[in-house]
T-cell receptor
């Protein structure tokens, strides 16, 4: 059974810092991995999708890496801003299922 | 495309009543997922469909929960009878199965059972 874990559970940093959010999964037979952002009381917004054959994907200040063999992915946020404050979730596509991690709640203060 | 559309956005009902949540997936997607989100348990996969067929409903908590997908553009999640512990945000997501699968979520239905 696929299990997805995210560390840390919560993070509070001053504006401008570079951040690394971690995601680990137990079954490496995945199609791809997706990072989402969720603002309080809102739905999930897709940030990045990494195919199982890829090592990383970039979008603006966000960079996600994938090491399938070790069951790990990281989301790197450069030059964090208060607007980045949200919960970040990783999810793995395992066969037909999309299994979510527990999330990292990020707060960036001015 | 307008994205995944869920209705209603908010639902308040009394214990024992039947509740029906609705979802319209993105046109062309062939997979649909129903999730429940609570503070205690995070995002839980309840059931998912491929090509309108339920594939795995092992996440459905009890027989009080049922889901249908009569066609490619519509799905329902029904709770009968509802209980206070069913209070949560219910999300629907859709994707196209394959290596390039990217899932898109609706805005969710916030259910409160009093």
């Amino acid at each position: 059974k696929q299990e997805v874990t995210q560390i840390p559970a919560a993070l509070s940093v001053p504006e401008g810092e570079n951040l690394v959010l971690n995601c680990s999964f137990t079954d490496s037979a995945i199609y791809n991995l997706q990072w989402f952002r969720q603002d309080p009381g809102k739905g999930l917004t897709s940030l990045l999708l990494i195919q199982s054959s890829q090592r990383e994907q970039t979008s603006g200040r966000l960079n996600a890496s994938l090491d399938k063999s070790s069951g790990r992915s990281t989301l790197y946020i450069a030059a964090s801003q208060p607007g980045d404050s949200a919960t970040y979730l990783c999810a793995v596509h395992n066969t037909d299922k999309l299994i979510f991690g527990t999330g990292t709640r990020l707060q960036v203060f001015p | 495309d307008a994205g995944v559309i869920q209705s209603p956005r908010h639902e308040v009902t009394e214990m024992g009543q039947e509740v029906t949540l609705r979802c319209k997936p993105i046109s062309g997607h062939n997979s649909l997922f129903w999730y429940r989100q609570t503070m205690m348990r995070g995002l839980e996969l309840l059931i998912y469909f491929n090509n309108n067929v339920p594939i795995d409903d092992s996440g459905m908590p009890e027989d009080r929960f049922s889901a249908k997908m009569p066609n490619a553009s519509f799905s329902t999640l029904k709770i009968q009878p509802s209980e206070p512990r069913d209070s949560a945000v219910y999300f629907c997501a859709s994707s196209f199965v394959g290596a390039n699968t990217e899932a898109f979520f609706g805005q969710g239905t916030r259910l409160t059972v009093v």
